[in-house]
């Protein structure tokens, strides 16, 4: 095909006609777009949002966000006669009456935990590859607040349809309003409209669910993608990728068939587990009563660790003035409602300047990293996920007693030394492990691959042969480059620091840039690390072994 089909032509003609939008469809319609799976995972984000959009719009159609109390006179025959919400109401008319509505229902609560699980998997890809370093930091930012977000919507979208388990966490929600000091009280009336549960939350929650948090989302995601567009996406090293360029497919047509077929992927993925996978039967938990609460209950997965927390945190209060009629400071709830969550996003926040503060480095990255050649930021992260699975873990310590017969009190016990434990242990892990996959790498330049082929030497050795790899492995593996380092720290005790490196903290800086940054095991080394010599490469001229 010599020239574009008229189904392009035909829209581009009328739109340059009209707006002169030529040159603009042209330059960016054949916008290079790398080609790498990881690359992918924010998009299942922007899809799952998306259908979470459509579904949603579906759903306001018959819910009824109001407290108003009714009897039930549906067609589920074990609630006839009960009395409920008329929002708990509504949520079972469109599971069990309306065309559809238990599938689009459950749609909606699948993409609602794909949305934050991708956008979570999509941080970590983007922290682990250093993709947040200049000029990325501001969508960085931005995806933590996306992230974060998330969190908010789903509390809210959860607690709409007033069901027992919703309501414990709505009432866990209120408990730790209540802990916050001086202003406790007042956040929990203006949230409830009066007493707990008042008769406002699931009316203002539905304002929140379908008009606040949505609209900034999207206009978060709009900023997002632009200056994704704006700055270039980042690629992975390899053959013939430098700091300048892009190297993969135009996104029209590879790009947009892609990912035009991606939606279809992730649609049909959601599809297929909101009609064989049960989630939130809520007629089998029944209305919200605050004198009830059903065993086992367990949050959606993202809210996980904030539940486990809670269950891990010893029961301290501070009694102010020493009497509790002056007031009480409850930490066994504060501190794990709060530290666990502010820590995790604070660090994400300050983690890019962090490193720019330790390294010196304000260069601008267009080339991601591969996470084994910055072993310090691996190990922070593995920590960090250590961290929050120890406490998602530990947010079910009765469902794990109760099927495994161990005693409450020995999970508790035990999470609470895993939790300072396993993100340590974690961290010294996955630092060995880096140096050992830069290890295999350096031996992978130096040395060649195994090629199957032994070779006996003139002094009767047998040594397996090894081959040149193959182009595109040995540039993906020579795109590693040294940590930036500051530069009076690259010269320890050889000369007077500067004059800002001579504080507490700036030696406290220095000494950080030179255990973080730096190359720790550089490719041509030549020998393995005990200094062993390794077989030759195989001649290019030699295909079989001597006889």
């Given at each position: 095909?010599?020239?574009?089909?008229?189904?392009?032509?035909?829209?581009?003609?009328?739109?340059?006609?009209?707006?002169?939008?030529?040159?603009?469809?042209?330059?960016?319609?054949?916008?290079?777009?790398?080609?790498?799976?990881?690359?992918?995972?924010?998009?299942?984000?922007?899809?799952?949002?998306?259908?979470?959009?459509?579904?949603?719009?579906?759903?306001?159609?018959?819910?009824?966000?109001?407290?108003?109390?009714?009897?039930?006179?549906?067609?589920?025959?074990?609630?006839?006669?009960?009395?409920?919400?008329?929002?708990?109401?509504?949520?079972?008319?469109?599971?069990?009456?309306?065309?559809?509505?238990?599938?689009?229902?459950?749609?909606?609560?699948?993409?609602?935990?794909?949305?934050?699980?991708?956008?979570?998997?999509?941080?970590?890809?983007?922290?682990?590859?250093?993709?947040?370093?200049?000029?990325?930091?501001?969508?960085?930012?931005?995806?933590?607040?996306?992230?974060?977000?998330?969190?908010?919507?789903?509390?809210?979208?959860?607690?709409?349809?007033?069901?027992?388990?919703?309501?414990?966490?709505?009432?866990?929600?209120?408990?730790?309003?209540?802990?916050?000091?001086?202003?406790?009280?007042?956040?929990?009336?203006?949230?409830?409209?009066?007493?707990?549960?008042?008769?406002?939350?699931?009316?203002?929650?539905?304002?929140?669910?379908?008009?606040?948090?949505?609209?900034?989302?999207?206009?978060?995601?709009?900023?997002?993608?632009?200056?994704?567009?704006?700055?270039?996406?980042?690629?992975?090293?390899?053959?013939?990728?430098?700091?300048?360029?892009?190297?993969?497919?135009?996104?029209?047509?590879?790009?947009?068939?892609?990912?035009?077929?991606?939606?279809?992927?992730?649609?049909?993925?959601?599809?297929?587990?909101?009609?064989?996978?049960?989630?939130?039967?809520?007629?089998?938990?029944?209305?919200?009563?605050?004198?009830?609460?059903?065993?086992?209950?367990?949050?959606?997965?993202?809210?996980?660790?904030?539940?486990?927390?809670?269950?891990?945190?010893?029961?301290?209060?501070?009694?102010?003035?020493?009497?509790?009629?002056?007031?009480?400071?409850?930490?066994?709830?504060?501190?794990?409602?709060?530290?666990?969550?502010?820590?995790?996003?604070?660090?994400?926040?300050?983690?890019?300047?962090?490193?720019?503060?330790?390294?010196?480095?304000?260069?601008?990255?267009?080339?991601?990293?591969?996470?084994?050649?910055?072993?310090?930021?691996?190990?922070?992260?593995?920590?960090?996920?250590?961290?929050?699975?120890?406490?998602?873990?530990?947010?079910?310590?009765?469902?794990?007693?109760?099927?495994?017969?161990?005693?409450?009190?020995?999970?508790?016990?035990?999470?609470r030394v895993l939790v300072f434990a396993g993100p340590a242990l974690a961290y010294l892990?996955?630092?060995?492990?880096?140096?050992?996959?830069?290890?295999?790498?350096?031996?992978?330049?130096?040395?060649?691959?195994?090629?199957?082929?032994?070779?006996?030497?003139?002094?009767?050795?047998?040594?397996?042969?090894?081959?040149?790899?193959?182009?595109?492995?040995?540039?993906?593996?020579?795109?590693?480059?040294?940590?930036?380092?500051?530069?009076?720290?690259?010269?320890?005790?050889?000369?007077?620091?500067?004059?800002?490196?001579?504080?507490?903290?700036?030696?406290?800086?220095?000494?950080?840039?030179?255990?973080?940054?730096?190359?720790?095991?550089?490719?041509?080394?030549?020998?393995?690390?005990?200094?062993?010599?390794?077989?030759?490469?195989?001649?290019?001229?030699?295909?079989?072994?001597?006889?």
């Amino acid at each position: 095909m010599t020239t574009p089909p008229k189904f392009i032509t035909g829209p581009s003609k009328f739109l340059d006609e009209r707006l002169g939008a030529a040159n603009f469809l042209k330059r960016n319609l054949r916008k290079i777009f790398p080609d790498h799976w990881s690359f992918l995972l924010g998009e299942i984000a922007l899809y799952s949002f998306i259908i979470l959009l459509l579904t949603g719009t579906f759903l306001t159609f018959w819910f009824k966000p109001s407290m108003e109390h009714v009897i039930y006179d549906g067609s589920y025959a074990p609630l006839k006669g009960v009395g409920m919400s008329e929002a708990y109401a509504s949520t079972l008319e469109i599971s069990f009456e309306v065309r559809g509505g238990l599938l689009l229902r459950q749609i909606h609560h699948w993409a609602a935990l794909l949305f934050a699980a991708s956008l979570m998997i999509h941080m970590l890809r983007v922290f682990f590859t250093g993709a947040y370093r200049k000029p990325r930091e501001l969508n960085w930012l931005i995806g933590i607040a996306l992230f974060t977000l998330a969190l908010f919507e789903g509390l809210t979208g959860y607690s709409l349809p007033d069901d027992l388990l919703s309501g414990a966490g709505l009432r866990i929600t209120q408990g730790v309003l209540l802990s916050i000091p001086l202003v406790g009280t007042y956040l929990s009336f203006f949230l409830f409209g009066g007493e707990y549960p008042g008769d406002e939350v699931i009316p203002r929650f539905y304002a929140l669910h379908i008009l606040l948090i949505p609209g900034i989302l999207l206009a978060l995601i709009t900023a997002h993608l632009m200056l994704m567009w704006v700055q270039k996406h980042t690629q992975m090293p390899g053959r013939g990728r430098t700091e300048m360029n892009v190297v993969g497919a135009p996104l029209l047509p590879s790009f947009m068939a892609k990912s035009g077929a991606y939606l279809l992927f992730t649609t049909a993925a959601l599809a297929g587990l909101a009609t064989f996978a049960q989630i939130n039967p809520i007629w089998l938990f029944g209305p919200y009563t605050p004198a009830d609460i059903s065993a086992g209950s367990q949050p959606d997965w993202y809210m996980g660790f904030l539940e486990g927390s809670l269950r891990l945190m010893h029961s301290w209060e501070i009694n102010l003035f020493g009497t509790a009629h002056a007031g009480t400071l409850p930490l066994s709830v504060l501190i794990p409602a709060l530290a666990p969550l502010g820590l995790v996003i604070t660090g994400l926040v300050l983690y890019p300047f962090l490193e720019r503060w330790i390294t010196g480095d304000r260069r601008e990255h267009h080339i991601a990293d591969r996470p084994r050649n910055n072993p310090h930021r691996t190990s922070i992260g593995i920590s960090a996920i250590t961290f929050y699975g120890v406490l998602w873990l530990l947010g079910a310590n009765d469902v794990i007693a109760a099927n495994f017969h161990i005693s409450l009190n020995w999970t508790t016990y035990a999470g609470r030394v895993l939790v300072f434990a396993g993100p340590a242990l974690a961290y010294l892990i996955t630092y060995r492990i880096c140096l050992g996959l830069q290890r295999a790498d350096a031996n992978t330049i130096s040395h060649g691959v195994e090629s199957g082929v032994i070779k006996r030497l003139p002094h009767g050795e047998f040594v397996e042969v090894h081959a040149p790899p193959a182009e595109d492995i040995k540039a993906h593996v020579r795109g590693k480059s040294p940590i930036p380092m500051l530069a009076a720290a690259r010269h320890d005790g050889e000369r007077i620091p500067p004059k800002d490196a001579r504080g507490p903290l700036g030696r406290l800086r220095l000494k950080m840039s030179r255990t973080y940054a730096g190359e720790k095991i550089p490719l041509e080394t030549g020998h393995d690390e005990h200094g062993e010599r390794q077989p030759a490469m195989l001649d290019e001229h030699e295909k079989t072994p001597p006889d």
